[in-house]
């Protein structure tokens, strides 16, 4: 089946990824390119439509981001947003100078010529979300003004090049009738058919890792999580026998894990899983390690160690062995090759592994098109269990990052009763699916307390929950304090060695949603 594509351009704008997201809202694809990719690679999407994102600089500096002014020739359909609107008047020779009245925030635009195919069946007046500080000052040839608002034009076109623009954010909620204009260039101008499913994206991508893999044997990496999972049962449904999973027991999985991802992915799923128990490789190069990135470094290179023997055990077993599948997301593929380049490093990344460099496996990634949402429809679709696909994220170095100081097996079986019981309770209280991450946190604090008659010393157990939409920022969730409270009393009286329980308050930023 021909997937129709819309290339959106990225010229640095904090709001791309939303316009991915309206347009794959309306079962549409769409892809996010840097702006400075060679115009082949847009080309070789055979795009239906491009959308030019906004951005932060002024087209006319000198170290402004910029794309090929080619691409203005390609005649596909092209909608400009604040950047790219200037970025269209400024190659096709117009002006562009800088505002006398700047427009941040709330404005209000008439719509002069509502006859354009983009204002189908908008009023005469919208409310919409203006971020800029430059104005088209002349128009190029051929364009007219669409639309202004009290200080400035607000929308431009040309229908004889198929070539739209305008100053506002229609992507941001802040506009509420910036959806419609959206649907208007995706199927009024664009002509979409609007059937890219989860249906559509499993046929698609089965089909399309049966003919690259051929009889090759494929290995994947399974955490558990719901990336990793789902890109197994992907390349499960295309190739079956010819998949092994490796599923490694790091020493810090949560309590009863190891077995219940067995139970969940192999009884119910048929995925053919290797399940190796490392943990004593693992808390063997924790010991002694208190400092956090020491911590993930040291995982992330024993996990690849663990693996490296698996893949190379399997490889004498099957005759080779020829691909890796991972779980990578699209959000992750945006951050790496993004126009403003990948963001500083503030902690090693949670997904540890990676590949050896002996080990030259080709790549296979059935996710790297999809956020975490389709994602999950992609593995209801499937008839995955919901315990696996509703799962919170999990950090790769799992309860060694929520261990401060040393990670020692005690202290592992600590945790997991507490982390337990903190999940088991919120679930129990349905905040479970509403809640981005929610767990337990050892600290390396000791203070008295009082049992029965007697005195008390041991540990302080920490409890964090936080909403999130992507898990780049994040707020602190104010659980009932019922909820708490059953928290706090199961902890202190079925967990020995935990005389004190104390709740998180810390958002992200400044805080991280790990303490490691």
């Known amino acids: 089946m021909d997937t129709q594509t819309i290339v959106i351009l990225d010229f640095g704008s904090q709001y791309t990824q ?26 070789a999407y055979k795009p239906i439509g491009i959308i030019l994102s906004g951005g932060p600089s002024s087209v006319y500096d000198a170290d402004a981001p910029n794309a090929d002014p080619k691409l203005l020739e390609m005649k596909v359909p092209t909608l400009g947003i604040c950047y790219g609107l200037h970025f269209i008047v400024h190659h096709l020779g117009g002006k562009v100078r800088t505002a006398p009245k700047r427009e941040y925030g709330h404005a209000e635009v008439a719509l002069e010529d509502r006859s354009t195919p983009l204002f189908a069946g908008l009023p005469p007046a919208i409310q919409v979300w203006m971020s800029h500080g430059d104005e088209a000052l002349e128009l190029p040839p051929g364009f007219r003004r669409t639309a202004v608002t009290s200080n400035a034009l607000a929308a431009i076109a040309n229908d004889e090049r198929r070539t739209w623009a305008v100053q506002f954010h229609p992507e941001v909620h802040h506009t509420p009738l910036g959806p419609q204009l959206i649907k208007n260039f995706v199927f009024g101008i664009c002509g979409a058919r ?9 046929e698609t991508t089965v089909a399309g ?17 719901v990336d990793s999972s789902v890109a197994a049962m992907l390349v499960h449904k295309a190739i079956g026998s010819q998949l092994t999973c490796i599923f490694v027991n790091n020493g810090v999985l949560r309590k009863n894990e190891f077995q219940s991802v067995q139970k969940n ?25 208190t400092d956090p990135e020491t911590k993930r470094k040291r995982i992330g290179a024993e996990f690849i160690a663990v693996f490296d023997d698996e893949a190379n055990r399997i490889a004498q077993q099957t005759g080779g062995v020829d691909w890796l599948v991972q779980g990578t997301l699209y959000p992750d593929v945006i951050e790496s090759s993004s126009v403003k380049g990948p963001s500083q490093t503030i902690k090693s990344h949670h997904n540890v592994g990676g590949l050896p460099l002996g080990m030259k496996l080709k790549l296979i990634e059935p996710l790297r098109d999809l956020f975490k949402d389709e994602v999950r429809r992609i593995g209801r679709d499937m008839g995955m269990p919901e315990d696996v696909l509703g799962r919170q994220p999990f950090p790769g170095p799992g309860l060694a990052v929520r261990i401060l100081g040393e990670v020692t097996a005690d202290r592992v079986a ?7 019981i903190v999940v088991s309770e919120i679930k129990a209280a349905g905040l ?36 999130s939409e992507d898990g780049m920022t994040a707020d602190w969730t104010p659980l009932p304090h019922e909820v708490l409270k059953r928290i706090s009393s199961r902890i202190v009286n079925e967990v020995r060695g935990i005389n004190r329980v104390v709740y998180d308050i810390t958002s992200k930023p400044p805080g991280t949603i790990e303490w490691e």
């Open 18 to 43: 939303l316009i991915a997201r309206r347009i794959r809202e309306l079962n549409v694809f769409s892809v996010v390119l840097p702006c400075t990719v060679p115009l082949a690679e847009i080309e």
């Open 209 to 225: 890792i049966r003919e690259k893999v051929g009889k090759g044997h494929v290995i994947c990496g399974l955490s558990g999580g």
């Open 194 to 202: 609007g059937d890219w499913t989860p249906a559509h994206f499993i």
């Open 414 to 420: 600590l945790l997991q009763e507490a982390d337990d």
């Open 265 to 289: 992915l192999r009884d119910k799923l048929g995925l053919n899983i290797v399940a190796v128990d490392a943990s004593e490789r693992f808390l063997k190069q924790l010991a002694g390690v």
């Open 432 to 467: 479970y699916s509403s809640i981005w991450q929610s767990f337990a946190v050892l600290l390396p604090v000791m203070s008295v307390g009082v049992m029965g008659d007697q005195r008390t010393y041991a540990y302080t157990c920490a409890v964090r929950a936080v909403y």
